[in-house]
C-alpha cells in the first residue's frame, strides 16, 4: 500500500506532499486544488510501467490543446519533475522527468529516470509529434512491493480505455463474475445476466433481458460509467486503484453502487484513491462502511497556493462531523 507521495513540478504542483495515505483515501478540493494531479502522480511514481502511465497522462490533456510540455510545471522551465511514492514497506521510489525540445521545433522528448532508494536503477523516454507518440520503456523496471498493479479509472469517455469486454473477462478470470453481474442487475432493471456477444466478429459486452439482449454501450452514460468502475474494481487482482471523480454521469442511486464497490475493492485489499466533488458519495461512503471500514478511510482537504499544495487530513471516523465544511470545499 502507498503511504505518502511527495511531488515537485508536476503540472500545477511546485511542490507538495500527503503522508499517511490510508486504505481509502478520498481527496476533496475546489477546482485547480491539484487533485488530479496527485493522482496523476501516483500513476506515474508507482506504476510497472512508467513510459505507458507517462503516456496516459499525457494523453489525458490533448483534448485541451496542452502538449507533452505542461506535464511539467511552467513548460519544464525550471528544475526537472519529481515524484516520490513510498510503501508500507519504506522504500522510496522516485521518478524524475525532463523536458528536452528536439528538432523540428514540434517534436518533444520527455525523459524519465527511476530511483529505488536514491540508487538509479533504471530510465527511458516519450517523444511527441504533432499528437503522435513513441517510447522506449526500460525492461528491468518491476513493480514496488506490496503493489502489483495500478491503474487509473476514469468515467469519462476516452479512446485509450480498455473495452468493457475486456474488463468483464478479467473480472471472470479473477473469480469474480458473480459480482460484477450483481452491481449490474441491481442497478439496471429488467437485466438478469451480462454476456460478451459478437457483432460482425467483434466482441461487445451486452445486457441481457428475459427476451432480447443490447449492448452495454447503448445504456446511458451513467450506467457505463457505474459499470466501469465496477468491471475496473472487479478485475483488479489487487494494488492500488486511482479514480477520477467516480460520480459524474451518476443518479443517487447508482452512486450508492458506486460506494458499495468501492468498499468491496477496499475489503478485498486494493488500495482506493479517489478524486470527488460529491457530498452524496462521501455520504453513501459513510452510510455503508461498518466500523472498520471506517478505520481504514482518510479524507484529505486540498488547496493549491502559487503552486503549493496544502493540505488538512481527516481520519475516518471525523469525516462525518466535519460535514459542512467539506461541503464547502465541493460546492
Known amino acids: 500500500m502507498i503511504r505518502s507521495v511527495e511531488i515537485k513540478g508536476l503540472r500545477g504542483i511546485r511542490e507538495g506532499k500527503l503522508t499517511d495515505l490510508t486504505p481509502l483515501v478520498v481527496l476533496v478540493g475546489p477546482n485547480g486544488s491539484g487533485k488530479s494531479t496527485i493522482i496523476e502522480g501516483i500513476l506515474i511514481g508507482a506504476s510497472p510501467l512508467a513510459a505507458e502511465a507517462i503516456l496516459q497522462v499525457v494523453r489525458r490533456h490533448e483534448a485541451g490543446g496542452s502538449g507533452p510540455a505542461w506535464l511539467l510545471w511552467r513548460a519544464g522551465e525550471r528544475e526537472p519533475t519529481e515524484v516520490t511514492v513510498v510503501t508500507d514497506f519504506g522504500k522510496p521510489r522516485q521518478c524524475k522527468l525532463n523536458l528536452e525540445r528536439g528538432v523540428p521545433e514540434d517534436q518533444t522528448y520527455i525523459t524519465f529516470r527511476l530511483f529505488q532508494q536514491n540508487s538509479l536503477f ?54 469474480r463474475r458473480k459480482e460484477a453481474i450483481g452491481i449490474v442487475t441491481e442497478v439496471f432493471p429488467g437485466v438478469s445476466n451480462v454476456e460478451i456477444l459478437t457483432e460482425h466478429g467483434e466482441p461487445i459486452l451486452h445486457f441481457v433481458f428475459e427476451d432480447h439482449s443490447v449492448p452495454a454501450t447503448l445504456a446511458g452514460d451513467g450506467i457505463q460509467s457505474l459499470l466501469r468502475l465496477s468491471l475496473e474494481l472487479a478485475a483488479s487482482g489487487g494494488g492500488v486503484a486511482l479514480l477520477e471523480e467516480p460520480e459524474v454521469h451518476q443518479h443517487p442511486g447508482a452512486i450508492r453502487q458506486s460506494a458499495r464497490a468501492i468498499l468491496a475493492a477496499v475489503r478485498r485489499n486494493i488500495q482506493v484513491i ?51 465544511t467539506i461541503e464547502d470545499d465541493l460546492r
Open 274 to 324: 479517489l478524486t470527488t466533488h460529491s457530498l452524496e458519495l462521501i455520504d453513501a461512503l459513510l452510510a455503508e462502511s461498518k466500523d472498520e471500514d471506517l478505520a481504514k478511510l482518510s479524507l484529505y482537504r486540498l488547496q493549491l497556493k502559487d503552486g503549493v499544495l496544502q493540505s488538512s487530513r481527516l481520519a475516518g471516523p471525523d469525516v462525518a462531523f466535519a460535514r459542512t
Open 122 to 175: 533504471a530510465s527511458g523516454y516519450l517523444i511527441g509529434v504533432k499528437n503522435k507518440y513513441h517510447s522506449h520503456q526500460p525492461t528491468n523496471f518491476t513493480p514496488l512491493e506490496d503493489v502489483p498493479e495500478i491503474h487509473l479509472v476514469e468515467a469519462y469517455p476516452a479512446n485509450f480505455q480498455k473495452p468493457l469486454h475486456e474488463l468483464y473477462t478479467k473480472a471472470v478470470q479473477n473469480g
